[in-house]
């Protein structure tokens, strides 16, 4: 039986470029963020965290115009569908996804959320230990600011939980169900039941034009 699982597995591509340069840019990018926290740093940390805004927003636009395995919903399912999933979850030849699991859509879905939230609340937030305060602070009052710059500290916190989780999935899955999701999503390919599906790509220049635009965008918005 095993001989012939393995006959029938093949080699897929399931990551477009635009959505593994995503994945391991906002890695960096958040990492410097981290880093430059503290106020002798905030100039890169105010730089990093413009650049979180424009992946973030990037791949929200990306998930609604990018290839199949980029999109929601490819991979968004409903409460069912994830309990379904869980139940085999142990099982090496449990359900097998192309692109992001269900559980893995949450994590995603709750990742960007997190990350977004946490852009916003740094554009907003008061700095009074000597730092750069965020670039829309000039709007909002001295306590308002403050209040925005404590959960924009919370929130970090928040993230750093769920990056521990997802590390922790990534071990889990190499352990338990064979699956090497860090190499996925390097070069892309992965190996796959051969069942007939392939995923469909679109051209890169759609994702250099959203780049582009939402580049301009955080450019103006952060100049207001």
């Keep these: 039986m095993a001989n012939t699982k393995s006959a029938v597995r093949k080699r897929v591509r399931v990551w477009d470029l635009p959505t593994r340069i995503w994945h391991w840019s906002v890695l960096i990018l958040f990492a410097i963020c981290w880093w430059t926290a503290d106020t002798d740093h905030m100039r890169w940390h105010l730089l990093a965290g413009y650049g979180v805004l424009g992946l973030v927003t990037f791949r929200i636009v990306w998930g609604f115009c990018g290839g199949q395995t980029a999109r929601f919903s490819s991979f968004v399912r409903g409460p069912a569908g994830v309990w379904r999933y869980v139940r085999k979850l142990l099982k090496r030849d449990g359900d097998e996804s192309l692109g992001h699991n269900p559980l893995g859509a949450l994590s995603i879905i709750v990742m960007l959320s997190l990350l977004l939230l946490q852009t916003i609340l740094g554009l ?51 352990l338990v169900r064979g699956e090497n999701l860090v ?39 952060v100049r207001i």
């Design 183 to 221: 190499s996925a999503m390097i070069h892309g390919y992965k190996s796959h039941r051969a069942s007939g599906e392939t995923p469909y790509f679109v051209t890169p220049w759609r994702a250099i034009l959203v780049a582009a635009s939402i580049f301009i965008g955080v450019v103006l918005l």
């Design 124 to 174: 907003f937030a008061v700095n009074d230990d000597g730092g750069a305060s965020g670039p829309l602070s000039q709007w909002v009052s001295y306590e308002t600011g403050r209040r925005f710059a404590h959960l924009h500290a919370a929130n970090f916190n928040l993230l750093l939980l769920l990056i521990g989780l997802h590390l922790t999935a990534i071990v889990f899955y190499r």
